[in-house]
């Protein structure tokens, strides 16, 4: 037996696992990630230019990243009672939660959510428990998230506010009862927050076990790769223990703390992205044969007739225009498309791919 066909040397759980896949965006208009399309004016790259022409590359970062911590700290106005811990990426976080966890422990979440969830947790050999949302609304389903944290009693609870990739907010009041019922951590996902004005931030004080996980990604700097996580600092004092060593590069530290200073620039951003938002969910509402979402966050999901999906993925892709196809994850993703606000010109131009992939013309 070679190397290339033994199976004993991982786990079983990772060898029947598939790796996450990112599409080849190369020459496309790319409203697949939910990323900012927007760049920085002429101004702020010759400031940023000047702020990192002096970093010292050839020493390892700061490992606790003080500097960029106050930052965020002063910005989102967090209290001293609690602390920060950062990551690369919401990602890496949420892979320090799970790490930290007992063996076969429970983690539940509802869905469909925000995939790293579980491909983490099994990566990690831990339970995933899955609830399905409302099927209409999207809404959480308390009753059944109540019955599952009763009879699996899980370390950790996620709950994407807004929803990835449903892009609706859950109601306040069915999370607050989550995290009233749980034993173990909750962990409100707030990657989307700069397009939702709602944040349980402000609900910290409130609860033991609530932690809020944020990143800088949808705000327009997802190459940073930063994410942060808030709450009472007992419990961050223990992922600290799993953090890998100068996980925030210098780089990214010197240049999240200039952005984020440049808070500005940034909300303008948001506003024109939530008018697009408007814009574009009334434009695909007003086509026939689609049902487009309400959504909370920087993209938004819609449903085609039945087995069309995957038809208009690829008559789009073969236009220039790249989005997500959901449909094949089935459940209630079946038949879905999930497209990022872009620029206008941006959204013009999936418009126009959109009548002509669903024979309407220009």
Not at 82 to 87: A, K, N, R, S
Not at 218 to 240: C, D
């Amino acid at each position: 037996m070679t190397y290339a066909t033994r199976t004993d040397l991982f786990r079983p759980e990772i060898l029947a696992m598939s790796a996450y896949k990112v599409a080849d965006a190369s020459g496309m208009i790319k409203l697949d990630a939910m990323e900012n399309p927007y760049g920085w004016p002429e101004d702020i790259k010759t400031s940023w230019l000047a702020a990192i022409q002096d970093c010292p590359l050839n020493r390892y970062p700061d490992p606790e990243a003080q500097q960029l911590r106050a930052t965020l700290r002063e910005l989102e106005n967090i209290p001293e009672a609690f602390d920060i811990l950062l990551g690369n990426g919401s990602d890496e976080i949420i892979q320090m939660l799970l790490m930290a966890l007992p063996a076969n422990a429970c983690v539940l979440a509802p869905a469909p959510g925000f995939v790293m969830y579980k491909q983490l947790s099994d990566s990690l050999s831990l339970r995933y428990q899955a609830i399905p949302v409302v099927a209409d609304s999207f809404g959480l389903d308390l009753p059944a998230m109540l019955m599952a944290i009763a009879e699996h009693q899980p370390s950790v609870i996620f709950i994407a506010y807004p929803n990835n990739p449903t892009g609706n907010l859950f109601d306040s009041q069915a999370i607050e009862a989550i995290i009233q019922a749980a034993q173990g951590l909750v962990v409100i996902d707030e990657a989307y927050a700069p397009f939702a004005n709602a944040s349980f931030m402000d609900k910290l004080a409130m609860y033991d076990n609530l932690l809020v996980m944020r990143t800088v990604s949808k705000l327009g700097l997802a190459g940073l790769r930063l994410g942060y996580l808030v709450g009472k600092p007992y419990w961050l004092e223990q992922l600290n223990k799993i953090r890998l060593p100068y996980n925030i590069n210098s780089l990214t530290q010197i240049t999240a703390d200039f952005a984020l200073n440049n808070k500005s620039l940034f909300d303008k951003q948001t506003q024109q992205i939530c008018a697009q938002r408007t814009l574009l969910l009334a434009q695909l509402n007003a086509l026939d044969g689609l049902v487009a979402y309400p959504s909370a966050a920087n993209f938004i999901l819609f449903r085609t007739l039945p087995r069309q999906a995957d038809v208009i993925f690829a008559s789009l892709k073969a236009q220039g225009v790249l989005i997500k196809n959901l449909s094949p994850q089935g459940g209630l993703l079946a038949d879905c498309l999930r497209v990022t606000v872009g620029t206008p010109e941006e959204n013009a131009a999936f418009m126009k791919a959109l009548h002509h992939s669903l024979g309407l013309g220009g």
